[in-house]
């Protein structure tokens, strides 16, 4: 059980050493935890953000658990060279193309969110949000006009292969649970939305037992703030994933308690908190580490297959929250070390 641990920048080494903590105390056997340096971290230390060390340290292992890349010292760096490249060329250089973002209601947190309690109490979804292709990867660029005014732009693009490939995974992913699929998509405007719908339907022939449906994201936006319960599984592109994500988990109540998992074809995985780096509470031992915990519970279920390890983790931290323990996002003040020894001792 090899697994990569780049803890990154801001409260990612915070946070990532409690998930640390919590792998640990499950004693399992063959466990080997390596380190290597990503995003500002790495930068400082060897000019890159993705070190060639670290790529080495992530093709190496079964499973990576990351923190967080962000600096707000770098914003002024070559784009090539932000901290936000060490996430981005590990998604491609690993061909990590699928990202699964669960979002539930924890019992005892529906009156923390910005939602009426008993319609926040509905949500338990699953977003299935595809991460190598749109426009984060497209060409994109800054150029000057022939009247001399600047134009950017950036080319949004899907292949059929690569809409069907993660069409299959959330398809597979609403098989394990209620067996209902929502296509997010803007097929009203956009040509790469109608070739992701038109490949979406073909999939769906492969399971019947599934009820899909398409939803454009304006109104799937909306959706998720009016009557998030009747979502099981989206699946949706790299950019809207990316925005919905986000949202649902401020419906849930914190995006302190969101785990994230980026798979590969096999099972090779890279998992994080979905929150940033948040440079302005770094250091200061406040920061939320359950997303971190829940995205090392992921980890063990998804690269290693060890469900009854992952389901303790999840039900400690949901023992932990149900006892009353809560960080700052959650209107509490237990610091980092507190929450993950709340953890520790339920587990």
């Keep these: 059980m090899k ?26 056997p063959g466990l080997e935890l390596i380190e290597g340096d990503v995003g500002a971290a790495a930068y400082r230390k060897h000019g890159h953000p993705l070190p060639q060390q670290t790529l080495d340290i ?14 707000f010292g770098c914003d002024d760096l070559e784009r090539n060279l932000r901290p936000e490249q060490a996430i981005l060329g590990l998604r491609k250089e690993l ?26 109490g509905k949500i338990d979804l699953l977003i299935v949000r595809e991460l190598n292709g749109d426009v984060y990867f497209g060409e994109k660029a800054i150029r000057t006009l022939p009247d001399g005014r600047r134009q950017g732009y950036d080319i949004m693009s899907y292949a059929e292969d690569e809409v069907r490939r993660i069409a299959h995974v959330g398809f ?26 038109d490949v979406v339907l073909e999939v ?21 703030v009016r009557n998030p319960g009747q979502f099981d599984v989206i699946v949706t592109g790299n950019l ?44 200061k031992g406040v920061a939320n580490p359950m997303a971190t915990i ?12 060890l469900e009854a390890e992952a389901a303790r983790i999840e039900a400690a931290v949901a ?29």
């Design 3 to 28: 697994i990569a641990v780049f803890a990154g920048d801001g409260i990612g080494p915070e946070v990532t050493h409690e998930a640390v903590r919590v792998l640990k105390a499950l004693h399992l």
């Design 204 to 224: 769906a022939r492969d399971y019947p037992e599934v009820e899909l449906s398409h939803m454009y994201v304006d109104n799937a936006a909306m959706q998720l």
């Design 58 to 71: 992530a093709r190496s292992a079964g499973a990576i658990l990351f923190g967080a890349v962000g600096d």
């Design 95 to 120: 061909a990590l193309f699928a990202n699964l973002r669960p979002a539930t209601v924890f019992k005892g947190l529906e009156d923390l969110t910005t939602l009426r309690p008993e319609v926040a």
């Design 294 to 305: 829940l995205s090392a519970a992921m980890l063990l279920r998804h690269s290693f297959g």
């Design 240 to 283: 809207f994933g990316d925005i919905l994500s986000d949202q649902a988990s401020m419906c849930v109540g914190s995006i302190g308690l969101l785990a994230s998992a980026s798979l590969s074809e096999g099972t090779l995985g890279l998992y994080e908190p979905i929150h940033g780096s948040a440079p302005d509470i770094a250091g």
């Design 172 to 197: 597979r992913a609403a098989m394990g649970r209620r067996k209902q699929l929502c296509s997010v998509d803007k097929a009203n405007v956009l040509e790469t939305s109608q070739l992701w719908r």
């Design 319 to 347: 023992r932990a929250l149900a006892d009353g323990f809560r960080g700052g996002d959650l209107g509490g003040s237990d610091g980092t070390v507190a929450i993950g020894d709340a953890v520790l001792a339920r587990l």
